[in-house]
């Protein structure tokens, strides 16, 4: 299991303006609780492609979860998605502000899904989980958490992040 955390100099604001996004959908990612980022955000914006997994993603908290706003950091109907054959489930990049939802509710989120998505395969005990996490701190510092290892032990995220004093997370303010 790997689990990073770096500092990010991403500011999404200024991102959300050069990005050549139409103004209804700057609007609609600044109001979201949740952003899926593309892929390959961080080394290319402009060529954005989400995996496969984010489209399932995005239904499951729309249904499940419809006072949660999330979407895609793409212009409506523009989305591109990659498939990639491989055993690894690649979850979408998710960034997210602490003052808006904490974060063991976006693990908690993205645990229940993984638990539908593998509901009566007993594969999830030994299939692995590629997510990365860009979350912005109260105080507007961020950082880029990454994480690779079985899916059971995702929550581990939570205490990582903890001894990592990454920002406020218990949830007491959010959601």
């Not at 001894?163 to 949830?171: A, H, V, W």
Request: negative net charge.
């Amino acid at each position: 299991m790997e689990i990073s955390i770096d500092e990010s100099n991403i500011c999404m604001d200024d991102i959300i303006h050069n990005c050549g996004l139409t103004s209804e959908s700057q609007h609609r990612i600044q109001e979201s609780d949740i952003i899926i980022l593309p892929s390959n955000f961080i080394q290319n914006r402009e060529r954005r492609s989400f995996p496969v997994e984010s489209i399932a993603f995005i239904k499951h908290l729309r249904q499940r979860h419809p006072e949660i706003k999330i979407s895609f950091f793409e212009n409506q109907n523009e989305e591109k998605c990659k498939v990639l054959r491989s055993e690894i489930c690649y979850l979408p990049t998710l960034y997210f502000c602490l003052k808006d939802i904490a974060l063991p509710i976006v693990i908690a989120l993205v645990m229940e899904y993984l638990r539908e998505r593998y509901r009566g395969n007993p594969k999830i005990e030994q299939s692995t989980a590629e997510l990365s996490l860009l979350i912005e701190n109260e105080d507007g510092s961020r950082r880029f958490l990454t994480y690779n290892g079985p899916i059971t032990e995702l929550p581990r995220i939570i205490e990582t992040v903890n001894r990592e004093k990454l920002g406020e997370i218990d949830g007491n303010d959010s959601l």
